[in-house]
């Protein structure tokens, strides 16, 4: 079974500019959930998706958003970009909302977004 | 709230030594708890996790069990190898279909092993 798949790896883009993040969860996953992972925060929650509704969210402003489609792959888009965008964007999926003991979250090798 | 503690790092051990990273966590109920390992310009992989008090979770030479009275989950392997080297957070999820799935995350505890 393929496992969670982020693209692009490696983004560049300069201050102001927008980007679009994609995610592709198991086969069969229809949570998605994004982390930001930077050196001085740490892993911090964006949101999670499931049946292309978001169902939580972490403290991070208006200019991250995601959706998530009906074959359960997720975008994230991040407008107006800042140098503290700068990080490390992780995806995972799980296989339901309240999956219960049973479930796990398996990440994707993450996107590498770097603001100038 | 949930929240997760993890032992400061960086951690250098020699090869063979005993690991032990400690994880402490405060929730009510009874959240799963989990170890995930992040190896250089990678994502995280699951390294083990454990669903009730008690239960150990145990992977690759890992073990940690899920300790309802101390509220820890410590990490801990018998003999390190050199390819043991890199990061492993301690997280804690709470699955709930009502509110929305919780996860919560250590800071990440850095490991190096010298041959």
């Known amino acids: 079974k393929a496992g969670v798949t982020q693209t692009p790896r490696y983004l560049i883009k300069t201050r102001g500019q927008q980007v679009t993040l994609s995610c592709s969860p198991i086969?069969?996953?229809?949570?998605v959930s994004w982390y930001q992972q930077t050196p001085g925060q740490g892993l911090q929650f964006l949101f999670e998706?499931?049946?292309?509704?978001?169902?939580n969210k972490g403290n991070f402003p208006g200019r991250f958003s995601g959706r998530q489609f009906s074959n359960s792959r997720s975008e994230m888009n991040v407008s107006t970009l800042e140098l503290g965008d700068s990080a490390l964007y992780l995806c995972?999926?799980?296989?339901?909302?309240?999956?219960?003991?049973?479930?796990?979250?398996?990440f994707g090798p993450g996107t590498r977004l770097t603001v100038l | 709230g949930d929240s997760v503690t993890q032992m400061e790092g960086p951690v250098t051990l020699s090869e063979e030594a005993f690991l032990t990273i400690n994880c402490t966590y405060t929730?009510?109920?009874?959240?799963?708890l989990f170890w995930y390992v992040q190896y250089p310009g990678e994502g995280l992989q699951l390294l083990l996790k454990?669903?009730?008090?008690?239960d150990k979770g145990s992977n690759k030479g890992f073990e940690a069990t899920y300790r309802k009275e101390t509220t820890s989950f410590h990490l801990e392997k018998g003999s390190v190898q050199v390819s043991d080297s890199a990061v492993y957070f301690c997280?804690?999820?709470?699955?709930?279909?009502?509110?929305?799935?919780?996860?919560?995350f250590g800071t990440g505890t850095s490991l190096t092993v010298i041959p």
């Open positions: 086969s069969g996953h229809r949570s």
């Open positions: 454990a669903t009730k008090a008690d």
């Open positions: 998706y499931f049946s292309e509704t978001q169902r």
């Open positions: 929730a009510t109920g009874y959240p799963s």
């Open positions: 997280a804690l999820f709470r699955w709930s279909l009502n509110t929305g799935n919780q996860f919560y």
């Open positions: 995972a999926s799980s296989l339901a909302l309240g999956g219960g003991p049973s479930d796990t979250q398996y």
